[in-house]
């Protein structure tokens, strides 16, 4: 599965989007791309995943770039109950496998 | 549906004693993870069942670990004898068909503290 990279950490304001990127310059043709959070304390939660298309549902909208090396999460409007760490996972359509890398912890400001 | 449930929630045990983690799947669910979090490993699989059957263990540290499955609804991972550098928060996750890859459940999580 390819490598994924993504700014430590962010922050933004309660109210405001908040838009969390991650790069994935080696993604194959059958490689998805997954979110998950992790809320302090507790498991990790999924979020969305997309293969070329942008991606919307009640959390989150995900975007992927034409070339697909690159996407961005939108939590289109943050709460403090957002305040987690991001975690963006490259994944072959025929793994089962999640490779969690250090994520972003995003922080949202009251 | 109670989602994935892990027991006990937090474990704390003396080096060399045996610690065995428990995780009940949600219902209908036909994969089960079991995942290990430190501070300087991250999130790592240790192991994958499929319709209870172990299919991937290479992630199980060493052969003081061990993971059964008995039936769709009940797993266990062991740790005999315990080391402190075994203290990290396990998590069990389960997921519906044989590669899940819309998306895996993971429940809250056992905190191990060895001592």
């Known amino acids: 599965d390819a490598k994924t990279t993504q700014p430590p950490s962010m922050d933004c304001a309660e109210g405001r989007a908040a838009n969390l990127p991650c790069n994935h310059s080696t993604i194959s043709g059958n490689e998805y791309v997954y979110w998950y959070r992790q809320i302090h304390s507790q498991g990790p939660q999924y979020i969305i995943h997309g293969l070329k298309n942008n991606e919307t549902n009640e959390m989150a909208s995900l975007i992927i770039t034409e070339d697909r090396k690159s996407s961005t999460l939108i939590l289109p409007h943050a709460t403090l109950r957002d305040t987690a760490v991001y975690y963006c996972i490259a994944r072959s359509d025929s793994s089962y496998k999640l490779i969690f890398g250090s994520g972003t912890r995003l922080l949202v400001r009251p | 549906d109670a989602g994935v449930i892990q027991s006990p929630r937090h474990e704390v045990t003396e080096m060399g004693q045996e610690v065995t983690l428990r995780c009940k799947p949600i219902?209908?669910?036909?994969?089960l993870f079991w995942y290990r979090q430190t501070m300087m490993r991250g999130l790592e699989l240790l192991i994958y069942?499929?319709?209870?059957?172990?299919?991937?263990d290479s992630g199980m540290p060493e052969d003081r670990f061990s993971a059964k499955m008995p039936n769709a609804s009940f797993s266990t991972l062991k740790i005999q004898p315990s080391e402190p550098r075994d203290s990290a928060v396990y998590f069990c996750?389960?997921?519906?068909?044989?590669?899940?890859?819309?998306?895996?459940?993971f429940g809250p999580g056992t905190r191990l503290t060895v001592l």
């Open positions: 219902s209908g669910h036909n994969s």
């Open positions: 996750a389960s997921g519906e068909g044989e590669i899940s890859y819309n998306e895996q459940f």
């Open positions: 069942f499929n319709n209870n059957v172990p299919i991937d």
